[in-house]
C-alpha cells in the first residue's frame, strides 16, 4: 500500500488566497483525521472523519476553515481566506477506527505571506 | 476528559546510553496507548502500540513500553541508543471506537556522540 497520500507538499500563498490541501487516506480504512501542527501550539486535531462524516470539528480554529470528504478515497481542507497565523505544517491520518492506530501522510508545510 | 502529559520536553542523552521517555495519561475508561516518532520533515511514524494483554510492549527499532494501570503511565524505553534516533517522540491515547487520538506535547531525543 502507498501509505497515506497528501499533496501539495509544499505551498506558498499570499495573505487572502484560498488554499486547498487534499488527502487520500489508506485504501480500507474508514476514518480520517487532520491535524495542524506549529512549534507554539503542538500536534492539533482539526477535524475527523467516521464513514466519510464529520464527527468532530470542534478543532476547526473558525469558519475560514472546512474539511469535505466525498467519498472514501479522499478528502480535502479548505482555508478561505488564508492568513499568516495559518502557516502550519498539515498532517493527515487515517485508521481502521476500531483498532485505534494511525497513520500519518508526509504532511503539507503550508507558508502563508 | 483524556489527557496525555509528557513529562520532559527534552531528553538529552549520550549514544549507546539508555534511555526512558515519560507518559502519563488521565482516563476513567479503559485506553489503548501508542508512542510515534517522528524525524525532521516527516510524519509521524508508528513505534508502538498497546491494545490489550501482555504490559510490555516491543516495537520496532528496539523500543519498548510498559503499560502501568496503577500509575496510568506507559513509559517508552531503549537500552541503547543510536544517533539515528534523535527525533521527536509523541505519546497517544485513545478510547471508544471513534480512532480519535489524545496526544502528548512531545519529547525530543537528542543523541550526542
Known amino acids: 500500500d502507498a501509505g497515506v497520500i497528501q499533496s501539495p507538499r509544499h505551498e506558498v500563498t499570499e495573505m487572502g488566497q484560498e488554499v486547498t490541501l487534499r488527502c487520500k487516506p489508506i485504501?480500507?480504512?474508514?476514518?480520517l483525521f487532520w491535524y495542524r501542527q506549529t512549534m507554539m501550539r503542538g500536534l492539533e486535531l482539526l477535524i475527523y472523519f467516521n464513514n466519510n462524516v464529520p464527527i468532530d470539528d470542534s478543532g476547526m480554529p473558525e469558519d475560514r476553515f472546512s474539511a469535505k470528504m466525498p467519498n472514501a478515497s479522499f478528502s480535502t481542507l479548505k482555508i478561505q481566506p488564508s492568513e499568516p497565523r495559518d502557516s502550519a505544517v498539515y498532517f493527515c491520518a487515517s485508521s481502521l477506527a476500531y483498532r485505534g492506530e494511525q497513520y500519518f501522510g508526509p504532511g503539507t508545510r503550508l507558508t502563508v505571506t | 476528559a483524556q489527557s496525555v502529559t509528557q513529562l520532559d520536553s527534552q531528553v538529552p542523552v549520550f549514544e549507546e546510553a539508555p534511555v526512558e521517555l515519560r507518559c502519563n495519561y488521565s482516563?476513567?475508561?479503559?485506553?489503548?496507548l501508542f508512542w510515534y516518532v517522528q524525524y525532521p520533515n516527516q510524519g509521524l511514524q508508528l513505534l508502538l502500540k498497546y491494545l490489550s494483554g501482555s504490559t510490555l510492549v516491543k516495537g520496532i527499532n528496539g523500543f519498548e513500553a510498559e503499560f502501568n494501570k496503577s500509575q496510568t503511565s506507559f513509559h517508552l524505553r531503549k537500552p541503547s541508543v543510536h544517533i539515528s534516533d534523535t527525533a521527536e517522540y509523541f505519546c497517544?491515547?485513545?478510547?471508544?471506537?471513534?480512532?480519535?487520538?489524545?496526544f502528548g506535547q512531545g519529547t525530543t531525543l537528542q543523541v550526542k556522540p
Open positions: 497517544a491515547a485513545g478510547s471508544g471506537n471513534t480512532g480519535k487520538l489524545i
Open positions: 482516563s476513567s475508561v479503559s485506553v489503548y
Open positions: 485504501s480500507g480504512h474508514n476514518s
